[in-house]
């Protein structure tokens, strides 16, 4: 199993599980202000409390934590085509998410580009794997 592909998995799980954090807090606590909340524009707790933080009732953090967590597995027992296509429809979600951040939300939030950051990376890695 490469390890940098474990690495980017681990990572962009972390960001999910922050994200998800950061979810639950503010809530459950009004007066929250996230680390990522640098100002009014720039701020992680704009895009998760829109209704877009959430696909299918469910949180885009705890989705990405059982995405990768899926990929993990792929990995782990070799299927290096699903994680790849895995990988694809990350692109997909990562792309729709950026579309929604600065058309629709407009605010600049550091855990999600650099979710977005991951997923191209998972997908240059996955895809090296292949070859």
Known sequence: MALTLLIILAIGFLLSL???YVERKVSSQKNYKAVC???DKLSCTKAFATGYGKIFGISN???GMLFYGIVLITVFYGALNLAFYLSVLSIFASLYLAYVLQFKV???CLICYSIYAVNILLLIFSYSKLQ
């Open 18 to 20: 922050y994200s998800f």
């Open 106 to 108: 407009r605010a600049v």
């Open 61 to 63: 953090g705890l989705a």
């Open 37 to 39: 909340d640098i100002s």
